[in-house]
């Protein structure tokens, strides 16, 4: 092991949770570099002093009375358990996401075009035109945020997403276009 | 009561399980919340939270981690809303330039109760996931793999950060209090 190595290792060496194998290449390591050793020395001195302090600044707090009796009185009132959302409800709520309701209908659109194709049993060039236009146009909430110095910007904009394809009977259906419009933001 | 006679009493809404709940972990709690939001008024209502929230979620504790590392894990997600509301300003760039300007000149005024030793005032001015890495390794005294876990990050990300924080921390403590110095650490090698 060398110095890269033992600083790679070093957290996990003064936990004591490397294998083996490799805390004794440490060990090996350190016996023979000072630079190794005075680095080590000074990570638990930092990591004593700083879990000193941190104890230190925080040892007279307590936590107020008020906060039992809130949370005996939410227990009583039944607010609790509330938030236990079933797993069906869950399932639901996530379908209908703007995206994945958007899917379901191109999903239905395909099957019913595909469902006409069969029923009719059309032959390209032999009768009507059956192809079936499918178009679905849906608007995605985007929210974005960016650090300014200390401060998080966040910004809520939406994005028109518009989807359109046409199916022909017996042949496979032509690639699907996407075509993204421009962003409005929401000021 | 022990932890999972606890865990299962929570889980149905025993008042005793919540007393000794609270008894057991409140001031852990408080603590934790405290360095991580530097206010104590504002750790309070924190910690109110995570047990009024914990209750709600009580049956959907698995026993997959402890039930203080479950809590914890509540707290984190509170915090971190927290911070982002106190952060957070509305659109505009004569907001943002001001609120820039703002930032420059006063980089701690979110820890202003946090106004002890320099190392403390230090731990005050690191970015939110630096604070949650340095507190729960050497406060909480998690291990790497474990702290990765809990953040939901790997573990070379808990250790660039950890490295990141320390040489921070180090920089920002005044002279007087560095005990880490160079000088300092030859002395002590060559003795």
């Not at chain 1, 194998?21 to 002093?49: I, N, T, V, W």
Request: hydrophobic share 40%.
């Amino acid at each position: 092991m060398n110095c890269r190595r033992l600083e790679h290792w070093l957290d996990e060496y003064v936990e004591g949770t490397l294998s083996p194998r490799k805390q004794a290449a440490a060990d090996r390591h350190l016996a023979g570099c000072a630079a190794c050793r005075a680095k080590l020395r000074r990570y638990r001195e930092f990591a004593q002093s700083l879990a000193g302090e941190m104890r230190q600044a925080t040892q007279s707090l307590r936590l107020r009375p008020e906060v039992e009796r809130r949370l005996l009185q939410a227990q009583r009132s039944g607010t609790a358990g509330v938030a236990d959302q079933p797993a069906a409800a869950r399932f639901w709520s996530r379908l209908f996401q703007p995206r994945a309701a958007a899917a379901c209908l191109l999903a239905a659109g395909v099957l019913l075009a595909g469902y006409f194709t069969w029923r009719s049993g059309h032959r390209p060039g032999t009768g009507p035109d059956l192809s079936v236009s499918v178009q679905v146009s849906y608007l995605v909430p985007k929210y974005t945020f960016r650090q300014e110095g200390s401060y998080v910007i966040d910004t809520l904009s939406y994005e028109t997403i518009s989807v359109h394809g046409r199916f022909w009977p017996e042949h496979n259906p032509k690639p699907m276009r996407e075509q993204q419009h421009k962003l409005n933001p929401i000021k | 009561m022990d932890e999972e006679k606890l865990v299962a009493a929570f889980r149905d809404q025993d008042p005793a399980a919540v007393r000794e709940l609270l008894s057991s972990h409140g001031d852990r709690l408080l603590r934790s919340a405290f360095l991580l939001c530097g206010r104590e008024a504002d750790a309070q209502d924190l910690v109110q939270e995570t047990f009024l929230q914990a209750l709600q979620s009580a049956p959907r504790f698995r026993n997959q981690s402890s039930l203080y590392t479950w809590l914890h894990g509540i707290l984190l997600n509170l915090t971190r809303h927290y911070h982002r509301d106190r952060k957070r300003i509305v659109y505009g760039d004569e907001q943002v330039e001001r609120a820039a300007a703002a930032a420059e000149e006063s980089p701690i005024a979110m820890d202003l109760q946090m106004t002890g030793s320099a190392l403390q005032q230090a731990l005050g001015r690191l970015s939110l996931p630096h604070r949650e890495v340095v507190i729960l390794r050497f406060y909480e005294d998690m291990k790497i793999h474990e702290i990765a876990a809990h953040l939901g990050i790997s573990r070379g990300t808990v250790k660039s950060r950890l490295h990141y924080s320390i040489e921070r921390l180090q920089q920002l403590v005044s002279e007087e209090m560095n005990l880490f110095a160079a000088e300092g650490t030859q002395r002590a090698e060559r003795t």
